[in-house]
């Protein structure tokens, strides 16, 4: 079974601080997403990776960064964390071969950020 | 710009089969047809998906319409753990991949 975890379910921050979320998956996965889920809004693409050390911009990358420096592990960067930025963030990843439309993406269990 | 409409809400007895429908008419050829369900304060969770054959796995069948512009997911014997949303996504065919979760539908298997 492909496990994808995140490192936090949780999180309080205050406005202007700099936060990361990270997540790992071990299934030797190529390709890795960073989504936020906001009421009435579904999931909105905010980062994803190809591979090691690429990353490609989604719907909304603003007020972002992302760091894939290990296959296995993508992290998600907010540099001056704002309260707009309160939200759940969920990271997949995905096998990544040239047949990507048939695969599945495996989620992690999400990470609920507060921003005051 | 939705890919796919699904109704808002819906009940089912538990241990009855729960049919949930979603209207995608605007697919193309070569776009499959994901499902996917979130529990309350989880990841979404996958559940099957198919391009233009029936499918089945132990969690659910898939029918999907000959003209494939609509189809359904079939939860045969629903269980109070099976209370979600559930995503009916049509995968794009464009390199990015990008997962784009509407509304969903709200499942309360009630007992």
């Known amino acids: 079974d492909v496990k994808v975890t995140q490192s936090s379910r949780y999180l309080v921050k205050r406005t202007g601080e700099k936060v990361f979320l990270e997540c790992v998956q071990d299934?030797?996965?190529?390709?890795m997403f960073w989504y936020r889920q906001d009421p009435g809004l579904g999931l909105r693409l905010i980062y994803f990776s190809y591979d090691v050390k690429m990353k490609e911009k989604g719907d909304i990358p603003e007020g972002y960064s992302v760091s894939r420096e290990k296959k296995e592990r993508f992290s998600l960067i907010l540099e001056s964390a704002s309260t707009n930025q309160t939200s759940m963030y969920l990271c997949a990843s995905r096998l990544g071969t040239s047949n990507y439309y048939q695969e599945t993406q495996y989620f992690g269990p999400g990470t609920r950020l507060l921003v005051l | 710009d939705a890919k796919t409409t699904q109704p808002t809400s819906m009940d089912c007895a538990e241990g009855r089969a729960a049919n949930l429908p979603c209207n995608h008419s605007t697919i193309s050829g070569n776009e499959y047809v994901y499902w996917y369900r979130q529990i309350h304060s989880q990841g979404p969770q996958y559940i099957i998906h198919?391009?233009?054959n029936n499918e089945t796995n132990e969690m659910a069948s898939l029918i999907i319409t000959e003209d494939r512009k609509s189809s359904t997911l079939i939860l045969p014997h629903a269980t109070l753990r099976d209370t979600a949303v559930y995503y009916c996504?049509?995968?794009?065919?464009?390199?990015?991949?990008?997962?784009?979760f509407g509304g969903g539908t709200r499942l309360m298997v009630k007992p």
């Open positions: 198919g391009l233009k």
């Open positions: 299934m030797d996965h190529e390709n």
């Open positions: 996504i049509v995968s794009p065919h464009n390199a990015g991949n990008m997962l784009t």
